[in-house]
């Protein structure tokens, strides 16, 4: 599985944009899909995620009411739309695919294939 995102770039605080992360390859099995973060001397957090078949989705405390995760099914493609932008969410974000999983919840873990990473810069 090969995953490219794009969208990422420079914003004003309150601005918005939004990331999209294409999957090809044997993507047949796809349980679900995020976007993680990682901003210089921190480690990397998971910021959405959602579940492929239901659209069930997970946020992070820090994102909630800010950004959304959808997915486009026929495409395998997910989205990150980013609002009301803040300094503190500059970051190099990475989307992630995971195969399989349980039934139930979104998982924030244990993702198999990884993106390249786009750079969002927030300035104040």
């Known amino acids: 599985v090969q995953l490219q995102a794009s969208g990422g770039g420079l914003v004003q605080a309150g601005g918005s944009l939004r990331l999209s992360c294409a999957a090809s390859g044997r993507t047949f099995s796809n349980y679900a899909m995020a976007w993680f973060r990682q901003a210089p001397g921190k480690e990397r957090e998971c910021v959405a995620a959602?579940?492929?078949?239901?659209?069930?989705?997970y946020y992070a405390d820090s994102v909630k009411g800010r950004f959304t995760i959808s997915r486009d099914n026929a495409k395998n493609t997910v989205f990150l739309q980013m609002n009301s932008l803040k300094p503190e969410d500059t970051a190099v974000y990475y989307c992630?695919?995971?195969?399989?999983?349980?039934?139930?919840?979104?998982?924030?873990?244990?993702?198999?294939?990884w993106g390249q990473g786009t750079q969002v810069t927030v300035s104040s």
């Open positions: 959602i579940r492929w078949s239901t659209g069930l989705a």
């Open positions: 992630a695919f995971k195969r399989s999983g349980p039934l139930l919840g979104v998982p924030t873990n244990g993702y198999d294939y």
